[in-house]
């Protein structure tokens, strides 16, 4: 089972919980809600991942209150963290640097 894989199923139920009937499910690995904007029926799909490198926090994560706006150049720094590489991952870089003749 792919790493996060229990936490997004738990933030899918979140999700369907909050959007109640709006929620229409799933599609291709997205999630669709059901919106209205200016009287028409628009769809929102949201992709879920795990990301292998987390972002650090830095006080609030609370963006309910447009404290954090991406429209403004604003922006999550990624944890200091070294990002770990898996022996799997090794060997297809091995494979691909082998392959390329580097």
């Known amino acids: 089972m792919a790493r996060g894989t229990k936490a997004k199923e738990e933030a899918v139920k979140i999700i369907a919980n909050a959007f109640g009937e709006r929620y229409l499910g799933v599609y291709d690995k997205k999630y669709y809600i059901a919106m209205n904007e200016d009287g028409q029926n628009v ?38 963290k070294a990002t770990e590489i898996s022996p799997e991952e090794e060997e297809n870089l091995r494979t691909l640097i082998e392959k390329l003749g580097l």
């Open 43 to 80: 769809q929102i799909a949201i992709s879920l991942t795990c990301p292998k490198t987390p972002v650090e926090n830095f006080g609030s994560m609370d963006f309910g209150n447009n404290e954090l706006n991406f429209e403004d150049g604003a922006t999550i720094q990624p944890a200091k």
